[in-house]
């Protein structure tokens, strides 16, 4: 007979002691002496599938809160289990959530989760029971006290191998209860068996009842109408506050909801990773009153955080999901997978108007035909569109598809600025593999070659050694593969540190438990792949290392966010890897927030290397030396329609498709001045096929649509409607009647006839771009007598819009280029100053001193020696214009800015920012006092 450690199993499958023959008793017990004398304390019987065994005795340890919490306990059986069941008398939805991450877990790898909780006094919270509810694959039951008492806390946990382990004590599931509330609990392996038969016959009563939607609105609302007891609203009272929006979020839903007033049925908002994008449309939902809402997103993970951030905002509402393995349907807030939902068999499940606000997650090019077939399906009240960064380098057009309406923005910087992101010091480190050796295939590396080239001991001591040179905190890594982050733990592992690697592999560590460890410190260094680019909500990273190549901005930035949640006094270290191929530009353009093409790129750098690039207060941003000469090498600035090429083929290249006209637009390019005549051309001289029929049947049709001003945005809106297959909503009279739709009088009818063959793509791809060229606020602002609009001349305390500053000045206008601050124009001898004032007493703020003299900051790398500060002094004889406005928008609309003249220097002080006192030519007049926060003194 041979025994495992600590266990003595009988010599024949038996279920009982008294099935064994004498002898087998005794040598059994013979075991059991030698194993007492050699200090065990003693031995339980049990039976496995009617196998007898005896197992050491574990004892019993105690948890007692405080500095001795419960939920480490609850994690690490957690980590291992394969079922656990849990009768609990209470549920709050902190102590849900807290545990949500570990439930998720359990069901993702297959394992069973079995809660029953009591309503008994009305404690628990129906918050709680409906996120418990969310959970896909549990069994949840409630008992239904009924005069009864409830009073159980009681955890069965067992594992792979069938070995249990029971806590039993006074924790309900409240954060309290399970953090730093006074409770013991005792923990017992010896008390498994008999707490899973009390576990049976619990389930086995009549007053279990299966937990459901149903059961939980009855119970809110007869939760509702009573009195509460004592005990309940002190328990309440625990769980703090509701949920309100931070600052950023309140402007954004101002905008919103002033948008909807003025007739807009979609929009889009832009905010920085960390901002809280999905929480800002929870909140919009309930401003709206929306009773259906449709959340859209092209991650099974994203979903699970949108699901999440709106149980905690809507709390009562039912929730749903409609991916490839669920289809709740009837939920009155769905959760989709557009791969699913995308599909025609499963839109024509859905009426047009069966959303009342659809909420649309940013998305890469690739989702972006599907996207469009979703969003043109439905007719929902609002659409919603969400994204980190405007500047889209993939060409995935969610502003094209929200009606050009850009409600909001706030990006990195200015997030960073209004001190709800944490400010950080970036550091470009080069790579010394080389990526000419890697394939690229479809705009990606090839994933075999690209891990072999990484995962190796070289670049692995490199990162070490950024690392120890570096890192400050808790940090993570993302790498290229499971295999690379493996690797990579287990090398920093074997150099000492703690480090663990998190992925969707079998040889990952728990995510819910690594994540709380490094959250504690207890962890130095985690290595992820893709699945912490969202949802990680550790504030005490300190370090972000980028071992990866990353194509697309949205990623490159989600991960960059993983580290911006504040704490008080922590500045994120990110280090992030710069090697040989032109991917690795999207990083730096991200990064400097530069425009599309090479030129705009060397611009910035240029910036960044002579001081002049700003960012904000407490940041730096450095590239070693080495980096600037592989970035110089990649770098092909171009001039006019030979830089739209250059940009086209790196497109094309980086995406394994070409550019549309509306993406070659967005990205600071004019698709008429291609120099190959109309944009088509361009595309089939670039070695593009296109369908030949319909240039011969409509090629007059296709010109005229790249005409400016041939027809209004109503009749573009509503051909698009046709192109869709749906009736025009606006525009349709100017559509049947306009001259240039005609090829004799059947344009408009050969357009709606042919919608579905090969000239509709064509026409959408034109109307896009046209739509684009026309936004919203800009055809509004013509129309506004106070707009003044395509100067001849600059008029002193008039109202400007940047694109036609540019235009008088002679300059092409590109938003990534023409941001507030300083824009130079050298060839010209001109500085011209774009400048936010304000109406506070604050430090590094534009605002003026008198009606005359206005204290002004320079960008934040600025020195007074540097070329823009000899500008600024008057030393290099520039003319220098001031164009000035109280905020970028005003009612969610583009705020233009005023023009304040030539003013004179007077004096400066300090460098990084430079504080320039600039006098005016002329005072402000007493009507703009108010609005941009003069004194009432001279």
């Known amino acids: ?31 059991v002496g030698a194993a007492l004398g050699r200090g065990t304390a003693g031995f339980v019987a049990s039976s496995d599938h009617d196998h007898l065994h005896l197992r050491e005795a574990s004892g019993a340890s105690l948890t007692t809160g405080g500095r001795d919490p419960l939920l480490p306990l609850l994690a690490e059986r957690l980590d291992t289990a394969q079922s656990v069941d849990l009768a609990i008398a209470f549920a709050m939805d902190s102590g849900v959530a807290l545990l949500e991450p570990w439930f998720r877990e359990l069901l993702a790898r297959g394992g069973q989760l079995r809660v029953v909780v009591g309503d008994y006094l009305d404690t628990t919270d129906p918050t709680a029971l409906a996120r418990l509810l969310d959970l896909e694959g549990a069994e949840l039951f409630v008992f239904e006290t009924c005069g009864l008492s409830f009073h159980p806390k009681a955890w069965l946990f067992r594992a792979a191998d069938a070995r249990g382990a029971a806590i039993v004590g006074s924790s309900n599931l409240s954060q309290s209860a399970l953090t730093d509330g006074v ?307 287990d090398y920093f592992r074997a150099a000492g540190l703690k480090a663990v690697s998190v992925h969707s592999g079998k040889s990952s560590a728990p995510r819910a438990s690594s994540l709380a460890a490094l959250g504690r410190d207890e962890i130095d260094i985690l290595f992820a792949v893709d699945m912490f680019n969202e949802g990680v909500d550790v504030p005490e990273i300190g370090t972000v290392l980028m071992l990866r190549p990353t194509e697309s901005a949205i990623i490159w930035l989600q991960q960059l966010g993983r580290g911006l949640r504040r704490v008080e006094g922590k500045v994120l270290q990110v280090i992030d890897y710069i090697g040989n191929h032109r991917s690795f530009l999207t990083k730096v353009a991200t990064l400097l927030q530069a425009g599309a093409g090479d030129r705009s790129i060397s611009t910035k750098l240029e910036a960044l290397q002579t001081g002049e690039f700003q960012i904000p207060q407490g940041c730096e941003i450095t590239y070693e030396l080495e980096v600037i000469d592989i970035l110089r090498n990649l770098l092909r600035p171009k001039e006019g329609s030979v830089e739209l090429e250059a940009f086209y083929i790196d497109f094309r290249d980086r995406n394994g498709i070409r550019p549309t006209a509306v993406e070659v637009f967005r990205n600071g390019f004019d698709p008429r001045d291609s120099g190959h005549g109309g944009w088509f051309d361009f595309v089939r001289d670039m070695g593009d096929p296109l369908p030949e029929r319909p240039f011969a049947t409509h090629g007059r049709l296709l010109r005229e649509l790249e005409r400016p001003k041939v027809l209004s945005r109503a009749a573009l809106t509503g051909l698009r409607d046709v ?121 590094y703020e534009n605002a003026f001193l008198s009606p005359s003299r206005l204290k002004w900051f320079s960008q934040n790398q600025s020195r007074q020696d540097s070329k823009h500060g000899r500008i600024i002094s008057g030393e290099e004889g520039h003319e220098v214009h001031l164009f000035i406005r109280r905020g970028n928008k005003v009612n969610g609309k583009v705020n233009p800015f005023i023009y304040c003249g030539q003013p004179e220097f007077v004096s400066w002080e300090d460098e990084k920012p430079i504080e320039v006192q600039w006098d005016l030519t002329s005072p402000a007049p007493r009507e703009l006092w108010a609005e941009l926060g003069i004194p009432n003194r001279d």
Not at 14 to 21: E, F, I, M, R, S
Not at 438 to 456: C, E, H, K, V, Y
Not at 738 to 751: K, T, W
Not at 780 to 790: D, P, R
Request: proline share 6%; hydrophobic share 40%; net charge negative.
């Open 183 to 489: 409770e013991w609990n005792l923990h017992s392996e010896d008390a498994a068996d008999s707490v899973a038969a009390a576990y049976k016959d619990l389930l086995a009563r009549p007053e279990v009842k299966p937990l459901t939607a149903e059961w939980i609105d009855a119970y809110s609302k007869r939760r509702r109408a009573r009195p509460m007891p004592e005990f309940t609203a002190r328990v309440v009272a625990e769980e703090g506050p509701p949920l309100e929006p931070h600052t950023v979020q309140k402007e954004a839903l101002e905008a919103l909801e002033l948008s909807r007033s003025n007739g807009h049925r979609a929009g889009l908002v832009v905010l920085a990773t960390g901002l809280g994008k999905t929480w800002l449309a929870a909140f919009d939902t309930i401003h709206t009153k929306a009773d259906r809402i449709l959340f859209v997103a092209h991650r099974d993970e994203i979903l699970t955080q949108a699901m999440a951030a709106f149980r905690r905002v809507r709390p009562e509402a039912k929730l749903g999901r409609y991916t490839g393995t669920e289809k709740e349907a009837d939920a009155e807030i769905l959760f989709a997978s557009v791969q699913t939902l995308g599909r025609v068999g499963h839109l024509r499940q859905f009426d047009r108007d069966h959303f009342d606000y659809i909420v649309v997650d940013e998305f890469h090019h690739a989702a972006a035909r599907t996207y469009q077939n979703l969003i043109e399906h439905f007719t929902p009240g609002f659409l919603l569109g969400l994204t980190a960064t405007p500047d889209r380098t993939d060409g995935a057009d969610l502003l094209g598809l929200c009606d050009e309406n850009l409600v909001y923005e706030c990006d990195l910087f200015r997030g960073i600025d209004s001190g709800h992101l944490a400010p950080f010091h970036y550091f470009g480190v080069p790579d010394d593999v080389d990526y000419a050796q890697i394939p690229w295939r479809s705009g990606q590396f090839d994933p075999a070659a690209l891990n072999a080239a990484l995962a190796t001991e070289a670049r692995a001591l490199n990162a070490l050694e950024q690392y120890r040179n570096r890192a400050r905190g808790p940090a993570i890594g993302f790498c290229c593969s499971m295999r690379h982050a493996d690797y990579m733990a």
């Open 1 to 31: 007979m041979h025994s495992e450690a600590g266990l003595i199993p009988a010599p024949r499958h038996v279920p009982a002691w008294d099935d064994l023959t004498r002898p087998e008793q005794m040598a059994m017990l013979a075991e």
């Open 723 to 843: 192109v869709a297959g749906r009736q025009p909503s606006e525009g349709a009279s100017e559509l049947t009647l306009n001259p240039h739709l005609a090829q004799g009088s059947d344009g408009f009818r050969l357009v709606r006839r042919d919608a579905s063959g090969e000239l509709g793509p064509l026409v959408r791809e034109l109307v896009e771009w046209r739509l684009a060229e026309t936004p919203i606020v800009r055809e509004a602002a013509e129309a506004s007598v106070n707009f003044v609009g395509k100067p001849q001349t600059l008029e002193l305390w008039q109202r400007y819009y940047v694109p036609d500053i540019a235009e008088f000045f002679g300059e092409e206008y590109k938003q990534n280029v023409w941001r507030t601050g300083m824009k130079a124009l050298p060839e010209k001898k001109i500085m011209i100053l774009l400048a936010n004032v304000s109406t506070q007493d604050l430090t």
